[in-house]
DNA sequence: GCCGTTTTCGGCCCGACTGTTTTCAGTCG
């Protein structure tokens, strides 16, 4: 059973509960452990087998207990039981924007429905809005949130809706009249996926700014038009959500509208302790105002220091800051090097000379060009004679240019029986080995984890490219316990990628946690196919550090010469 | 349901907007 149906589990039982009518905080104790499971980076089973469930922050004795019944048996009874009570099929109800826990409950008491269709066909009967609570608009906008949830438009991938973000925010920044702007929530944490776009302004004139908003190309549709909050459909499919704070108020409000919302609770928490309030105007205590001008300032007012946007999950970086021992983030600037770029050899768009200068461009002192082996026919896998072709290429760009160089690198298939697709007289000619798992995603856990352990312990193998395979929105992780892949990376001295593609971000961020806190090496690849793709380096090393890396973790912030003594070190060790 | 250097009971984050009401509940973030 893994933690993310354990999670699935408990999010369950608090939407049901919430359909119920149950105390408020007991649903939030299951949302909250949900989760905090989700994100745990460690088995919840290991932590069972020892007993330290309860270690476990917002895991008491009753949920740990729920947690064994559901390790022993597959499910709980308690949601079994609500199951019998509430049909599960309103938890879709639940998913209508506009319709909460009440709502639902309000139409279930009395039409005793459970299907989309049905809600339908009640509300263009207009047998809906004759319920107390509930008025023409109110059906209006369920058969609105009906249509958009048939068009199944879930969470998006960062590197999908950031640059429209940045885009968006530029527009707005240049023609209303403003003082600050900046992308808050989840984008601002850099979170591998997004639902909506939440942007921060400060301004003395609110109400020009939001009719500018409102008004901008890119809305489909106006959800709420107020002088400080603002809501909008956009036409690509994504909310976003504007507020409008007085220039005093700019770090609380940042800090606010970035979040997490579990982060914020465990703040404002902290400041209920010591006799402070805190909402998005600033710090008070009392009436009186005494903080809320810069981020560092709120923090500062809790005898906090400022906590990076990445690190706000309340996953711990709370008590860290508390005790002094945040981690000093790899910065953005310190990754100087792109591991994983494919090109013409392969099944790249781009030549090796474009990729040199377009690192140049971004300013990057090494790129390792790993291509995929030979047994790779679908991805143009190179074939051996061209693999020194290729080498040769290499040596002689290298030798022109003093800012950029390539690194002769592949990325290896490990075929379905562990062993590698080049023969150890041709790895060893390749400076920098990187082996992947393209084939063979359906074989069992204990094929697929045996098949990357084969190829850490391989002497002339560097890294393993996206460990677990996962493609965000398209395709689960194929069957791997990482748990041993980790503890041979760290026996073996090897390192394990995190590929920045923006749909794969792989190893996804709590893993890199679990890996770094073993002390295994991390190395971010690009994997870009043309040079273009080269740029989501920066959402790789934003993984980095969500997954609280320092620089010192990260292969990428070693110059040209350390790295290239890195890859011997690991083949003479 | 969790939690505790005031506490093992009694707390548990805070505010904006909408739509229904006629002072506020529900939803959302």
């Known amino acids: 059973m893994k933690n993310k149906e354990i999670a699935e589990i408990f999010r369950q039982v608090a939407q049901l509960l919430e359909i119920k009518g149950d105390n408020p905080y007991r649903i939030r104790a299951y949302e909250k452990a949900a989760q905090t499971i989700e994100a745990l980076g460690v088995d919840v089973e290991e932590l069972a087998k020892k007993g330290r469930l309860t270690s476990v922050p917002g895991i008491g004795a009753d949920l740990a207990n729920k947690i064994q019944e559901i390790l022993r048996t597959g499910t709980l009874s308690l949601l079994e039981d609500l199951k019998k009570e509430i049909p599960p099929a309103l938890l879709t109800f639940l998913q209508i924007p506009s319709l909460g826990p009440r709502k639902v409950k309000a139409i279930y008491d009395k039409f005793g429905i459970t299907t989309l269709e049905e809600l339908e066909k009640l509300c263009l009967e207009h047998k809906v809005a004759r319920l107390s609570g509930f008025g023409f608009k109110t059906e209006e906008n369920i058969l609105k949130g009906i249509k958009l949830l048939k068009e199944k438009r879930g969470r998006r991938p960062l590197g999908e809706v950031l640059p429209y973000a940045e885009e968006i925010v530029e527009l707005i920044k240049s023609k209303a009249p403003l003082e600050n702007i900046a992308s808050a929530g989840s984008i601002r944490r850099r979170k591998e996926t997004v639902k909506d776009i939440d942007v921060l302004i400060t301004s003395n004139q609110p109400e020009k700014v939001m009719s500018f908003v409102a008004n901008l190309p890119q809305v489909e549709e106006v959800i709420a038009f107020g002088e400080t909050k603002t809501s909008v459909r956009l036409k690509i499919g994504i909310q976003m959500d504007v507020r409008v704070v007085p220039q005093n108020s700019w770090g609380a409000a940042l800090a606010y509208f970035t979040g997490s919302k579990a982060h914020n609770i465990r703040v404002r928490e902290l400041a209920l302790e010591k006799g402070l309030k805190i909402n998005e105007y600033g710090v008070y205590r009392g009436e009186e105002w005494i903080a809320g001008r810069t981020e560092e300032e709120v923090y500062g007012a809790l005898g906090l220091p400022w906590i990076p946007p990445e690190l706000r999950e309340d996953q711990g970086e709370i008590e860290a800051a508390l005790e002094g021992r945040l981690p000093r983030l790899v910065e953005y600037h310190e990754v100087i090097g792109d591991a994983h ?114 190829a850490l312990k391989h002497p002339l193998v560097h890294a393993i490219a996206h460990p677990t395979g996962r493609l965000i929105n398209e395709r689960e992780p194929y069957a791997v316990e990482l748990k041993e892949v980790f503890e041979a990376a760290k026996n073996y001295g090897k390192a394990l990628e995190v590929n920045a593609y923006y749909k794969r971000l792989d190893l996804p961020y709590i893993y890199v946690r679990t890996a770094r806190d073993m002390g295994i090496k991390l190395i971010i690849g690009t994997d870009a196919h043309i040079v273009d793709q080269m740029t989501y380096l920066s959402l790789g090393t934003a993984v980095a550090r969500r997954g609280w890396c320092e620089k010192e973790d990260l292969l990428n912030t070693l110059s040209y010469e350390e790295f290239m003594a890195w890859l011997k070190k690991v083949r003479n060790a």
């Open 341 to 454: 770029v494919h090109s013409k050899y392969s099944d790249g768009a781009s030549s090796l000379e474009e990729i040199m200068n377009y690192a140049e461009k971004l300013g990057l002192s090494w790129v390792a060009i790993c291509d995929h082996s030979q047994g790779l026919k679908v991805a143009g896998g190179v074939p051996v004679e061209d693999l020194f072709k290729k080498k040769r290429h290499i040596e002689e760009l290298n030798q022109k240019s003093k800012k950029v160089k390539l690194i002769f690198g592949a990325e290896v298939d490990i075929n379905s029986d562990g062993t590698l697709d080049y023969p150890d007289e041709v790895l060893k000619e390749i400076d920098f080995v990187i082996a992947a798992i393209h084939t063979g995603f359906q074989q069992d856990e204990k094929q697929i984890t045996e098949r990357i352990i084969s």
